[in-house]
T-cell receptor, first 113, second 118 residues
């Protein structure tokens, strides 16, 4: 069975500050891990994913995430927040069949001027 | 990226009526479509997986007679909430994939449909 926990339903940072959104997972099989972003009234957009290979994954809009198996974590970071980053972010895990995604409850990122 | 649309974006209905939600892949053919349900401040929860031309596979605890899924073509899947009740009020999101089961695959999500049952 797989599950995802996102710590912090709301995160607020100042523009230019580091963004850190936390995601921990549990999985009985080697996981595939994803971060999605959702802007108001829009669908989920893939930011990045980890399947195999390098554990530090770079995505769109300057985001990156590191798969740490020992910590069962896949935290999302961005060195410098931009106002346009304000959105809701979802972490997700799937098994290697890719067909079933399990989502975290989401973290709303607020960026202050 | 690939675009998935949903219609309607919002629907309000009376208890006991049925509501149909459409999910379309606009610029690609989707071998597999997925239906999720999202309660306020909660995760998206997978309801069912549908492949074109075959019966949907429902997740445990999802009533297949209540949530009818039809995947008639490679670009259209529909979810019908039958005899809707207030507890069915939720945000329904669909997604579509091209190469389900491949590590090259990606799920493309629709914008969601807000269902309110009075």
């Amino acid at each position: 069975a797989q599950s995802v926990t996102q710590l912090g339903s709301h995160v607020s940072v100042s523009e230019g500050a580091l963004v850190l959104l936390r995601c921990n997972y549990s999985s009985s099989v080697p996981p595939y891990l994803f971060w999605y972003v959702q802007y108001p009234n829009q669908g989920l957009q893939l930011l990045l994913k980890y399947t195999t290979g390098a554990t530090l994954v770079k995505g769109i809009n300057g985001f990156e995430a590191e798969f740490k198996k020992s910590e069962t974590s896949f935290h999302l970071t961005k060195p410098s927040a931009h106002m346009s980053d304000a959105a809701e972010y979802f972490c997700a895990v799937s098994g290697q069949n890719f067909n079933k995604f399990y989502f975290g409850s989401g973290t709303k990122l607020n960026v202050k001027p | 990226g690939a675009v998935v649309s949903q219609h309607p974006s919002r629907v309000i209905c009376k208890s006991g009526t049925s509501v149909k939600i459409e999910c379309r892949s606009l610029d690609f053919q989707a071998t597999t479509m997925f239906w999720y349900r999202q309660f306020p401040k909660q995760s998206l929860m997978l309801m069912a997986t549908s492949n074109e031309g075959s019966k949907a596979t429902y997740e445990q605890g999802v009533e297949k007679d209540k949530f009818l899924i039809n995947h008639a073509s490679l670009t259209l899947s529909t979810l019908t909430v039958t005899s809707a009740h207030p507890e069915d009020s939720s945000f329904y999101i669909c997604s579509a994939s091209i190469l389900a089961g491949s590590y090259e695959d990606e799920q493309f999500f629709g914008p969601g449909t807000r269902l309110t049952v009075l």
